[in-house]
Nanobody
Framework: QVRLVESGGGLVQAGGSLRLSCAASGIIFSINTMGWYRQAPGKQRELVATIRNGGSTNYADSVKGRFTISRDNAKNTVYLQMNSLKPEDTAVYYC?????????WGQGTQVTVSS
């Protein structure tokens, strides 16, 4: 069983920055993909960014150039550095782990960007 614990959300003004962290514990295989998804009120959950254990990354077009995903494999931790935040980035951000077996999800952390 895998547990994902997120931290780092909060309230920030437009143009500001936040850094999210997600620590995974439990049975973690060496080959996996960690990532961040978000869900705004009334909208479906959407991909923000993912990173494979080898370091290759994928970003949603809406965050390219503003967000950076990274990971520390030794700590089974993934980070999301969010810069130049916009009000439309307001959402609950969820950490995700894909490996052999079903996906694992964190409990979510709220990010609110005021205009």
């Amino acid at each position: 069983q895998v547990r994902l614990v997120e931290s780092g959300g909060g309230l920030v003004q437009a143009g500001g920055s936040l850094r999210l962290s997600c620590a995974a514990s439990g049975i973690i295989f060496s080959i996996n993909t960690m990532g961040w998804y978000r869900q705004a009120p009334g909208k479906q959950r959407e991909l923000v960014a993912t990173i494979r254990n080898g370091g290759s990354t994928n970003y949603a077009d809406s965050v390219k150039g503003r967000f950076t995903i990274s990971r520390d494999n030794a700590k089974n931790t993934v980070y999301l550095q969010m810069n130049s935040l916009k009000p439309e980035d307001t959402a609950v951000y969820y950490c995700n782990l894909k490996q052999l077996g079903p996906d694992s999800w964190g409990q979510g952390t709220q990010v609110t960007v005021s205009s």
